[in-house]
């Protein structure tokens, strides 16, 4: 996916893990490349998903959502993961009822039939900036509390997880190797575990 005259392009490179409701934050103090943790930002958050009735976008690993709330509110198209990350495109907010041209045009080799709301996904979300000894970005920690609606059953799902999302300065490599361990032991001592799934509109959808 490349990004048009009027769109973001980035890669995401993240970890999801599970908390319990009463579970602390961890303790990044080990983390290799880490050296300070800014103070928190609350974002509130609402996304409105949407696909074919057939979940055409979903079975070829691609979500289109609309976001408000954040510093990156808009038109969202995440495509497959390919390797350790995933490309995401982005667009301005626009019309509510309107998808972006540019991402119907991403999305017209994987299906042209009409889209509708397939999820609703509310987060009230606490962002850590995880900085370098000379202030640059290494990680982005997130602390998520997400309700969750599937537009197709009703049904209302709840919980609670982690993210933490490679920055500028992340590394790479064996180096990113290394992090992600050190992250992962950081979560498991604070009480956190590996995500039970790959992302919130699966959960949100009962996978």
Known sequence: MAAGADSSRSVEVERKFDADDGTPLPDWSAVPGVARTDAAEIRELDAAYLDTGELHLARAGYALRRRTGGPDEGWHLK??????????????????DRVPDGALAEIAAVTDAGLAPLARIE?????????????????????????ATDARSGIVRTWREWEIELGPAGPAGADRAEFFRAIEAAVVSAGGRPAASDSKLARALGY
Do not use: C, Q
């Open 79 to 96: 495509g497959p993961r390919v390797g350790d990350g995933r490309v995401e495109l982005g667009w301005p907010l626009g019309e509510k």
């Open 123 to 147: 987060n009230l979300r606490t962002a850590y900036a995880l900085r370098s000894a000379d202030g640059t970005l290494v990680a982005e920690f997130v602390d998520d509390r997400v309700r």
